[in-house]
Nanobody, 125 residues
């Protein structure tokens, strides 16, 4: 079974909003940094945002700052990504991931050991 499971993707028009959720179905969640990555065909996974377990410090890649918000509810073992003012270039498969390391500004896939199956986000008119 997958350690984390994403939901909430779909098709939205430019300028619209979507909210993604990720639940730690088979992971303790406690002590883990959680993050969202995205990937388009032919490219590597890009770190979008991450959030610490202990103090909920957050990091964002520059292209989503001011538009996306990451949050977590430790009692529900769930992390969220609220995406506003969506652009066509936000179109990608979005993945949730967990890491035992403290979050840092460089959101690197190499730090994350546990991944979900991904949820597709398509921004198109």
């Amino acid at each position: 079974p997958l350690p984390v499971v994403e939901s909430g993707g779909g098709l939205v028009q430019p300028g619209g909003s979507l909210s993604l959720s990720c639940t730690a179905a088979n992971l303790t969640f406690e002590g883990y940094t959680m993050a969202w990555f995205r990937q388009v065909p032919g490219k590597g996974r890009e770190g979008v945002s991450s959030i610490n377990w202990s103090d909920s410090t957050t990091y964002y890649t520059d292209s989503v700052k001011g538009r996306f918000t990451i949050s977590r509810d430790n009692t529900k073992k769930t992390v969220y990504l609220q995406m506003n003012s969506l652009k066509p270039e936000d179109t990608a498969m979005y993945y949730c991931a967990a890491s035992p390391f403290r979050a840092r500004s460089n959101i690197s896939a190499r730090d994350f050991a546990y991944w979900g199956q991904g949820t597709q986000v398509t921004v198109s008119s």
